[in-house]
């Protein structure tokens, strides 16, 4: 399967396990996911408004 953790500053962010997460505050959000034994993480995306956002960028390890 795959798993999910979501980071607000770099902070993990307790429950945020899911593939989407909803953000309440202005930050710099990035989300790892973990794959075949593999975690990729995505690029920093700073939120500057409350408006639905994707990040972007994971490449897992089995992919370099």
Do not use: D
Request: charged fraction near 10%; hydrophobic fraction near 30%.
């Amino acid at each position: 399967g795959v798993s999910y953790q979501w980071y607000n500053n770099g902070n993990p962010i307790a429950g945020a396990t899911s593939k989407t997460y909803i953000v309440t505050t202005n930050a710099g959000y990035t989300v790892s996911v973990t794959k075949l034994g593999c975690t990729g993480y995505s690029e920093a995306t700073n939120i500057t408004s409350l408006l639905q956002k994707s990040v972007a960028g994971i490449k897992y390890c089995y992919e370099q």
